[in-house]
């Protein structure tokens, strides 16, 4: 057995490992959390646009403390947030139910409108049962 000089040795281990990864490609249909946010990219026909819902998607996520505007944190306490938070949970699986199928004329609608509750639930759901909410709760401590 004759000993490999290191500089070929590290070529060798470098082309397995390149191999290797190839030989393992992940399909995105095997990754669902990411499935939903292939689905809202798909949904906007304009490809800036689509990459820019996609990037939105995930920004607002982050601006969900800022967005919140009521009194109560727990959604134990809000009837009304806890069951359009269900509803965001089946839009989310909708969302991710859509990325995997073919883009055909369906499943291209069901994305934008499941695309639209998305967005709609953090910009305009989230902001209005906060204030709706903490109205009802003033109306009742005021009696």
């Known amino acids: 057995m004759r000993l490999k000089p290191h500089a070929e040795f590290g070529r060798e281990l470098l082309v397995i490992s390149v191999l290797t990864v190839f030989d393992n490609v992940i399909k995105i249909e095997d990754l669902f959390l990411i499935l939903s946010f292939y689905a809202i990219l798909r949904s906007i026909p304009d490809k800036l646009g689509g990459v820019a819902a996609m990037?939105?998607?995930l920004v607002i996520l982050f601006a969900i403390p800022f967005i919140n505007t009521s009194e109560i944190r727990s959604s134990q306490f809000r009837p009304l947030f806890r069951g359009f938070f269900w509803l965001l949970v089946i839009d989310f699986?909708?969302?991710?139910?859509?990325g995997q199928k073919p883009v055909e004329t369906p499943f291209i609608e069901v994305?934008?409108?499941?695309?639209?509750?998305?967005?709609?639930f953090f910009m305009v759901l989230i902001p209005f049962l906060g204030t709706f909410e903490s109205y009802l709760i003033r109306i009742k401590t005021d009696k």
Request: charged share 0%.
């Open 93 to 98: 699986l909708i969302l991710g139910w859509i």
């Open 111 to 120: 994305g934008q409108l499941a695309t639209v509750f998305y967005f709609v």
């Open 55 to 57: 990037g939105g998607a």
